[in-house]
């Protein structure tokens, strides 16, 4: 008789490797706490929100007493556990992990990265503790892959203060932060400045973006600025150019690379449980050839793009992780997510287009993590670029 429980079959949860064994004792049982409180908080709730499109606010306070925001510059973890942690919040819920990737990857980044010690000693204690929510504002209607020499959105310099008009598109968030991190152009001498602009300003308004197909939990946003004056004190201290920006982008690339991982893992989770479970002419339909193949194809793509996240973590903690590294590891990733995500949905059949069953949420979650963060073909020619001397980007 075939094995069926956990016990008798080490492999299903895709671990097939054993990477959390390189973690400390103590941050593997970190990872183990919050992959039992993500079972028990997240998983019972995130296909409902995700067709209804409402976050759960609730879940706010919650995830504070969780205490997971800034895992390493704040608590000291490694950059593998905070890898390995970003994959277990998409395994559970990829628009959670979202929420958290914006508040705590961008926005938190920004902070950590480009303010002086002044702002951090005044924001950051609220940032982490969530009593503040924030946004990373730097994609605009018109401005993607090219918003690093295109930035539209302006600054203007007026006495003590700043003034900004513009607008932002797909920001996370924001219909409810506290606070955006807005990204602008200065119109004295051109370069891309960064502003904390506290979300009831007079002039700011955030309309929320219906009819997604993806992360129907995030509340995505248009952003208008029209006039918003900004004291001097809420300019991020040293963002003064996009090379400062692409420091906060580089950490948060490799996180989203770890997302794909994520959504690979719970792709693998749903259709291995399905499999076992789905009876066809009088048998699992994990006794046919073909879906042990679709099986054995998810878990080839999660544990080669998680041992090449390892890897690129080793690097980060070391200080040598490269621009470069980080997209190609977000452009392999996400493409073999794609194709896993389309195998486990094609391992459930019908089933495989309704979310209740969990798949199809997976699988259209998948589209938006192969997008954001650097599309996959921009990420492509940067590593390109690397390994030739040859820019291919106009």
């Not at 905070?82 to 992990?97: K, N, P, Q, V, Y």
């Not at 990737?101 to 980044?109: A, E, I, N, Q, S």
């Not at 195998?343 to 459930?348: C, K, N, P, S, Y």
């Amino acid at each position: 008789m075939a094995p069926t429980s956990q016990a008798e079959l080490p492999y299903a949860d895709g671990d097939f490797f054993a990477f959390e064994s390189l973690l400390s004792a103590k941050e593997r049982d970190r990872l183990h706490e919050v992959r039992e409180w993500l079972a028990a908080n997240v998983r019972p709730i995130a296909v409902d929100c995700w067709n209804r499109a409402e976050f759960p606010h609730a879940l706010i306070p919650r995830l504070a007493e969780l205490d997971v925001v800034s895992p390493v510059r704040r608590q000291g973890h490694s950059n593998l556990l905070a890898g390995l942690l970003h994959a277990e919040f998409t395994r559970a819920d990829a628009s959670i992990a979202t929420f958290m990737g914006v508040h705590d990857g961008l926005f938190t980044g920004s902070l950590e990265l480009l303010t002086s010690r002044d702002q951090q000693e005044e924001w950051l204690p609220d940032v982490y503790s969530l009593r503040k929510i924030g946004a990373f504002g730097l994609t605009e209607p018109l401005g993607g892959s090219d918003v690093a020499g295109g930035t539209r959105t302006t600054a203007r310099r007026d006495g003590s203060s700043w003034v900004l008009n513009g607008a932002k598109r797909w920001i996370g968030n924001a219909t409810f932060s506290d606070w955006v991190v807005v990204y602008a152009r200065d119109l004295d001498d051109n370069q891309v400045k960064a502003f904390m602009v506290d979300t009831s300003l007079e002039g700011y308004s955030a309309t929320k973006i219906e009819n997604k197909i993806s992360l129907r939990t995030v509340q995505n946003a248009d952003i208008t600025l029209e006039n918003v004056v900004v004291p001097e004190e809420f300019k991020l201290a040293h963002a003064n150019s996009f090379r400062d920006t692409n420091r906060v982008l580089k950490a948060t690339r490799l996180s989203v690379a770890w997302q794909a991982v994520g959504l690979m893992m719970a792709a693998f989770d749903v259709a291995r449980q399905y499999s076992v479970e789905r009876l066809q002419f009088g048998r699992p339909i994990a006794s046919f050839q073909l879906v042990q193949d679709h099986l054995v194809t998810m878990l080839g793509n999660t544990v080669s793009s998680m041992g090449l996240m390892v890897r690129l973590s080793q690097l980060a903690e070391d200080g040598r992780a490269r621009d470069e590294q980080s997209a190609l590891a977000k452009a392999f990733t996400t493409a073999r997510m794609r194709e896993s995500v389309a195998l486990g949905r094609a391992i459930l059949g019908g089933n495989g287009i309704v979310t209740d069953f969990g798949m199809a949420k997976v699988f259209a979650d998948a589209e938006a993590v192969y997008s954001y963060e650097g599309t996959h073909e921009i990420n492509t020619l940067v590593a390109g670029r690397a390994i030739t001397g040859i820019s291919a980007i106009v």
